[in-house]
């Protein structure tokens, strides 16, 4: 059976991304950080096959020591401080984790290598944040990076050392731009989560108001559930390279509020909406429009699920949670 081994494995990604595997055959193991974690707790009632191996970012000789215990033949980094709004309040630690670890991973495949025959591939998870103040749309694989935030800054520089590792020791290492990708399982931090929960509280009378940051900000949106086929298909190709992965379209924040209290039923959603500047960034990422191209051609990947698909299964689930927290029955 191959061998897999996933930091961020609490995560969004790392819960879609260690289901998909096991589906496929692996062996799935999971980097988790921390003492009493309650999330690996849960991974543990939820996931029963994934195997948890104790490891920070910031901490080579843990990574190595878990890297020796999995043996893996893929190693998927999606380990981060991941909220772009904590990494203004927290700009050390994301650098750290989030930038400086993707090298400490990379030391340590170097460091434990795999077999000669099978090296170890590995997947690092960029981000779109890195094209931040964008310089052409859509943006591609080759659109230079403006990156408006720690974590943004933190992503190129993980994205740029796993390029040059990959040219300076031949590692098969490949990176994943993906454009911001949503679900049930998205913390309720992020704007998408944020929104669908409300509209959700809202309409079970949980909840009075939504207060939000900017409505004019424009994003690419996609389902991680299709966004995690991809980098598992990144590394089943002859060559190592990167790829963007997005839908192609892109929607205002405003939009997706409309859309989520169209879901429940409710039009007119300024009633319940209002914006306060704490929400509001020090600098703002206004655009995202990603171009798949070479992910189609070369990977064979497309996305299944479009934004309307994407916002009404977020609040269904949403509404389900909610009812059952309350103790309300939904009328089926
Ligand atoms: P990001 O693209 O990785 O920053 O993902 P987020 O979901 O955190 O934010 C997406 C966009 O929504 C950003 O432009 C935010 O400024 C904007 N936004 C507006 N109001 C909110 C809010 O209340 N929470 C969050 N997380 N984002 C908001």
Not at 197 to 222: S, Y
Request: proline content about 5%; charged content about 25%; aromatic content about 10%.
């Amino acid at each position: 059976m191959p061998r897999a081994f996933i930091t961020g494995i609490t995560g969004q990604d790392g819960q879609h991304l260690a289901e998909f595997l096991h589906s496929q055959g692996y062996d799935v193991y999971g980097m988790v950080k921390g003492q009493s974690n309650p999330r690996a707790t849960q991974l543990i009632e939820e996931m029963p096959y994934v195997e948890l191996l104790p490891g920070d970012l910031a901490d080579l000789p843990s990574l190595v020591a878990a890297l020796e215990v999995a043996q893996p033949d893929e190693v998927y980094n999606l380990g981060a401080i991941s909220f772009v709004a904590l990494s203004f309040s927290q700009a050390e630690l994301t650098a750290n984790t989030t930038g400086l670890g993707v090298l400490r991973m990379l030391e340590a495949i170097r460091m434990i290598g795999g077999t000669q025959n099978n090296p170890i591939r590995f997947y690092q998870a960029s981000s779109s944040e890195m094209f931040g103040k964008v310089r052409e749309m859509p943006q591609t694989e080759k659109t230079p990076f403006h990156p408006r935030s720690p974590y943004g800054c933190a992503k190129v520089f993980g994205h740029d050392i796993t390029v040059n590792y990959r040219e300076s020791y031949g590692l098969y290492a490949c990176s994943g731009i993906l454009f911001n990708h949503e679900g049930p399982r998205r913390g309720i931090e992020f704007v998408t989560r944020k929104v669908t929960n409300a509209a959700a509280r809202i309409k079970l009378g949980l909840q009075h108001e939504l207060v939000m940051g900017t409505l004019d900000t424009k994003r690419d949106w996609g389902y991680a559930g299709d966004y995690v086929k991809a980098m598992w298909l990144m590394l089943q190709q002859d060559e190592p390279d990167d790829f963007v992965v997005a839908t192609g379209e892109t929607h205002s924040i405003e939009e997706l509020v409309q859309r989520a209290f169209a879901e429940v039923g409710i039009d007119d959603w300024r009633q319940f909406v209002r914006q306060d500047p704490k929400f509001y960034r020090p600098a703002e990422v206004d655009l995202l429009i990603g171009d798949a191209t070479k992910a189609h051609e070369q990977l064979g990947w497309k996305p299944e699920v479009n934004f309307e698909d994407l916002v009404s299964l977020m609040v269904k689930n949403d509404l389900e949670l909610e009812a059952k927290k309350a103790g309300i029955s939904l009328a089926t």
